[in-house]
């Protein structure tokens, strides 16, 4: 008479039964946290006061445009966040097209303070191309973002 060995399914299920058995074991004897560990970015922890160095640290302020109901927007991220920013909308002769201070607010995509502004100006354009710029002032940190290329409507009476 001869022994037979255990199916090899049953191998498999065993083994991951106490495995599974000691991840849990292991889970629950984890310390629990009982505050959240504040948080840093970019070397400087969440609610610190701004210095110059943690400013010169900073990410530089970036925007982006689209359309949304038949208007130039315009969207941003890497402000302050609380703080107030300054957007205009400018032809490529300096002409103000269109401006408005606004509050940068956390977003759960854009990182830092975002904007998003839906303006005054008319889009899409037929035919114009990128005939204008957009930028933005961070008054927090006193930074400019680079400047956006956009197009600009206008009207030709």
Same mark, same amino acid.
């Given at each position: 008479?001869?022994?037979?060995?255990?199916?090899?399914?049953?191998?498999?299920?065993?083994?991951?039964?106490?495995?599974?058995?000691?991840?849990?074991?292991?889970?629950?004897?984890?310390?629990?946290?009982?505050?959240?560990?504040?948080?840093?970015?970019?070397?400087?922890?969440?609610?610190?006061?701004?210095?110059?160095?943690?400013?010169?640290?900073?990410?530089?302020?970036?925007?982006?445009?689209?359309?949304?109901?038949?208007?130039?927007? +315009?969207?941003?991220?890497?402000?302050?966040?609380?703080?107030?920013?300054?957007?205009?909308?400018?032809?490529?002769?300096?002409?103000?097209?269109? *401006?408005?201070?606004?509050?940068?607010?956390?977003?759960?995509?854009?990182?830092?303070?975002? +904007?998003?502004?839906?303006? *005054?100006?008319?889009?899409?354009?037929?035919?114009?191309?990128?005939?204008?710029?957009?930028?933005?002032?961070?008054?927090?940190?006193?930074?400019?973002?680079?400047?956006?290329?956009?197009?600009?409507?206008?009207? +030709?009476?």
């Amino acid at each position: 008479m001869r022994i037979l060995a255990r199916s090899t399914p049953h191998r498999m299920r065993r083994t991951t039964a106490v495995a599974a058995s000691a991840v849990a074991v292991v889970a629950l004897s984890a310390p629990v946290a009982t505050s959240a560990p504040a948080t840093v970015r970019d070397g400087v922890p969440a609610g610190a006061p701004l210095t110059a160095e943690a400013l010169k640290k900073a990410p530089t302020p970036f925007l982006f445009h689209y359309t949304f109901n038949n208007h130039l927007t +315009i969207g941003g991220g890497h402000f302050t966040v609380g703080g107030r920013v300054y957007l205009v909308v400018k032809l490529n002769n300096g002409k103000v097209m269109f *401006s408005r201070w606004v509050t940068a607010q956390p977003h759960s995509i854009t990182p830092g303070g975002a +904007i998003y502004v839906e303006t *005054s100006v008319a889009s899409p354009c037929g035919g114009s191309g990128n005939n204008g710029y957009a930028r933005a002032f961070d008054r927090t940190t006193q930074t400019w973002s680079p400047r956006l290329p956009v197009p600009v409507c206008v009207r +030709i009476d």
